[in-house]
């Protein structure tokens, strides 16, 4: 193990990590310093213990990057595995907290960064953040219950509450689906505890085509026991378990006994989703305030959109929930004609996930039997998200290099690999941005063919007077818009995130709102060469000045897996292209017997213009920098592209090819990190 990686640390500055860490992102700037003072970077090599079971507690620990497998063993020494732990999850806390003995060993699965508290550190940031000690005792203490009827068979549970301000919101249907999704999508056990007024008839039973066969946990029985609850469970044959709760109006024992049974299930289910009740009562609170997450569903339209405002507002002032806790669903099962920037601003809320209406005559079970509906798939990404495996897939810089995407495509495609956002900058944001609208690599290849008759890169060259550069951009701009059209973010398939560059700010930008054409010209846009786009009110450029390989905004939206396509070449790349070269035009005119053609040919060859010089020196700058970003991704292919010149932008096949070969190389790679 290694005291410290100095290195990396500049690179990912502790500050980005403890972002990424739900447990201090909520904290002040202030707060978030205190605690990075007292935060480091440790590198553990593959197979190293971090910790061992019955060790005393010593530090909290989060990965940064690798994996780590927590395990206990039986009485004949066999390891009993129970979860993978990835980027972003932390743990060791229970332990400090409890000042009890590690119940796991937790080892490294391969070289990994780690993010380690000391005890002593911790201890001494509990005291100086008390909302944080609260916060911990509120989301954590569910962990430490029930430890007397049976050991945990998980190292880890996340509850989901699923709420709504009104009735008939399309809560069960959605919390059956997230139930069903989440199981599928993770291989973790999920339950879904469906939550009914006793004088009501149970939704979910008939969903699950269960007909009568199933008990009903009385919670006002005065003599229920809750340690019987195993009794109740529905152990259903599609993937998913359930229970049926059925509570008395205004008896807060009922709701009491609801916490007890979740802290029950806790101990032996990865997702507990409750299908909740609408109604905001003191004891309804309680439930909320014990979940890792709540999802609001609404309709779009301006009353109900109020109504759940109200909701929020409420949970976040007078209950004081944290806003990362609360995720607004919007369901459009009712007809709005506003816009999402509308609808986000009834909220005063960012919306989470939109769920399209359900096409007329499908099941109810749309994850199971309609994988393909627009319904299911929203479904889908929302349970990949918060089931922490999301796939993120970056596209980095570099002109005809760029079109080496293509093939990496091509093979995503033929894998069915599931891709749940996607991030360009320069050629990057161009294919990306082909690919979020639905777009198949095949078709994106031939529109590249397009470029053959524009004489390639020159046939964008519309010359202007040198201020701020001396191309216009007016060609490369109504080539986009003839594909692009009047699409924006909101019609893309899966998320998309274009990397621009802030001209005074001389920082990166992202962008996920607006007209598409708009933020793919102002990531285009190499400065010296094209003038600065106007966006908005400011003046934006390529995105591989500041961003090459843009991991950085898929680590801050902690996406858990990140798969980054480099195509800049590295300084050594650039000298085996220069010495291959060279020895190629030697070979070819020994043959020739014309010694005296060499000196011309190879100054022929080696040729220079102005956008040469500037995207050579881009070039050296960039492969630095994408080098250090690469450090954020889990996976990087970087496709040769030795004997292609970045300004042949007539070889789009060739490129494609080499992006295909590189990623096959890697397949069985790409697919552990994508199944682990």
């Not at 601003?345 to 960012?350: D, F, G, I, M």
């Not at 996930?353 to 099941?363: H, R, V, W």
Request: proline share 4%.
């Amino acid at each position: 193990m290694q005291q410290g990686v100095t290195g990396i640390m500049e690179l990912l500055k502790v500050g980005l990590i403890l972002n990424e860490i739900p447990l201090f992102s909520g904290l002040s700037r202030k707060e978030r310093a205190f605690v990075e003072q007292r935060s480091r970077i440790i590198e553990y090599k593959k197979n190293e213990i971090i910790y061992e079971e019955n060790s005393s507690p010593s530090a909290f620990y989060c990965i940064v990057s690798g994996r780590v497998v927590v395990f206990r063993k039986d009485r004949h020494g066999e390891e009993n595995i129970l979860e993978y732990l990835h980027r972003g999850k932390y743990f060791g806390i229970i332990s400090l907290l409890t000042a009890e003995p590690h119940s796991v060993t937790a080892r490294a699965l391969n070289d990994s960064l780690i993010l380690v508290i000391k005890k002593e550190d911790f201890d001494a940031i509990l005291q100086k953040i008390p909302a944080l000690a609260i916060d911990l005792s509120k989301t954590l203490c569910r962990r430490l219950k029930r430890k007397d009827i049976h050991e945990k068979t998980i190292f880890e549970s996340t509850i989901i509450s699923v709420f709504s301000s009104y009735a008939k919101a399309g809560k069960s249907v959605y919390a059956l689906n997230l139930a069903l999704s989440l199981g599928k999508e993770t291989h973790k056990t999920a339950i879904l505890l469906d939550i009914f007024a006793k004088d009501k008839i149970p939704t979910i039973p008939k969903k699950l085509a269960l007909e009568k066969d199933y008990r009903v946990f009385d919670l006002s029985f005065p003599r229920a026991e809750v340690s019987s609850i195993k009794e109740f469970i529905v152990k259903d044959s599609h993937g998913i378990d359930a229970v049926f709760l059925a509570y008395r109006q205004n008896e807060s024992d009922c709701f009491r006994r609801i916490l007890d049974i979740v802290s029950l299930l806790v101990n032996d289910y990865h997702y507990i989703i409750l299908d909740l009740p609408s109604a905001i009562e003191q004891q309804m609170v309680a439930i909320l305030n014990q979940s890792d997450l709540i999802h609001i569903l609404s309709s779009p339209t301006r009353f109900d959109l109020k109504r759940t405002r109200s909701l929020i507002d409420s949970l976040k002032n007078e209950y004081r929930f944290p806003a990362a806790k609360i995720r607004v669903i919007i369901n459009e099962y009712k007809f709005s004609d506003l816009t999402p920037q509308e609808r986000s601003k009834a909220l005063n809320q960012a919306i989470f996930a939109t769920l399209p209406k359900i096409e007329a005559g499908l099941s109810e079970r749309l994850v199971l039997e309609s994988p393909d509906s627009q319904y299911a798939r929203a479904i889908r990404r929302i349970a990949r998200q918060d089931g922490d495996c999301l796939v993120g897939l970056v596209l980095g810089v570099g002109v005809g290099y760029g079109f080496c995407h293509i093939g990496v495509l091509k093979v995503i495609e033929e894998e069915r690999m599931p891709i749940d956002i996607i991030c360009g900058a320069s050629i990057g944001a161009i294919i990306a941005s082909f690919w979020a609208l639905g777009i198949p690599s095949t078709e994106i290849l031939r529109i590249t063919q397009e470029l053959k008759t524009s004489r390639g890169i020159w046939g964008f060259m519309d010359l202007t007077f040198p201020f701020l550069g001396f191309i216009k951009g007016n060609k490369l701009y109504n080539f986009l818009k003839k594909h692009f059209g009047e699409k924006t973010f909101y019609d893309t398939k899966i998320p998309l995130k274009i990397i621009a560059s802030d001209v005074k700010r001389k920082e990166p930008r992202v962008l996920e709102k607006g007209l598409l054409v708009d933020a793919i010209m102002a990531s285009c846009t190499m400065p010296g060469v094209f003038k600065p786009f106007k966006f908005k009110e400011e003046l934006l450029f390529d995105g591989g000045v500041t961003n090459p390989l843009p991991t950085e905004p898929l680590f801050e939206m902690g996406v858990k897996k990140i798969i980054a396509v480099n195509v800049t070449p590295s300084r050594e790349d650039i000298v085996r292209q220069y010495e291959r070269l060279k020895e190629d035009i030697i070979v070819d005119e020994r043959e020739k017997k014309d010694w005296l053609g060499v000196r011309s040919h190879f100054l022929n060859k080696f040729k220079t213009n102005i956008l040469d010089i500037i995207f050579s020196s881009f070039e050296i700058m960039q492969s630095e920098v994408a080098k250090q970003e690469s450090q954020l991704a889990d996976i990087v292919l970087h496709p040769s592209t030795l004997g292609l010149h970045w300004l042949e932008l007539d070889k789009a096949a060739l490129f494609a090819a080499r992006g295909e070969e590189e990623m096959r190389r890697n397949l069985d790679k790409v697919w552990q990190l994508i199944k682990e």
